[in-house]
Nanobody
Framework: QLQLVESGGGLVQPGGSLRLSCAAS????????IGWFRQAPGKGREGVSC????????NYADSVKGRFTISRDNAKNTVYLEMNSLKPEDTAVYYC???????????????????WGKGTLVTVSS
């Protein structure tokens, strides 16, 4: 059974940091582009950052450039999202997703992918 499980969310003060993890089971991530997406209350889902299967190509939303870093460790079948300088507007449920066919840019722009995790909540508040 293909499964993606996010972890690392929580409550953090503005300016703080969190690292999200996306662990895959039932399949290997080697052949999949992976994306992080988020959905804030009352808003649509948006692409935050995406990374190619090799890790050589990445894409970031303008709102997180310079603050978030996506990376992957295919040996551990895990993808990470390092989030620094967090702002209240970063508050959302964060999801990871995998896709074997879409490009990194297509995933992040359309916020579409084949396999999704259930999400982890990130709350940035003082």
């Amino acid at each position: 059974q293909l499964q993606l499980v996010e972890s690392g969310g929580g409550l953090v003060q503005p300016g703080g940091s969190l690292r999200l993890s996306c662990a895959a089971s039932g399949f290997t991530l080697d052949y999949y582009a992976i994306g992080w997406f988020r959905q804030a209350p009352g808003k649509g889902r948006e692409g935050v950052s995406c990374i190619s299967n090799s890790g050589t190509t990445t894409n970031y939303a303008d709102s997180v450039k310079g603050r978030f870093t996506i990376s992957r460790d295919n040996a551990k079948n895990t993808v990470y999202l390092e989030m620094n300088s967090l702002k209240p507007e970063d508050t959302a449920v964060y999801y990871c997703a995998a896709d074997a066919f879409r490009t990194v840019q297509a995933m992040c722009i359309t916020a579409h992918a084949d396999y999704w995790g259930k999400g982890t909540l990130v709350t940035v508040s003082s």
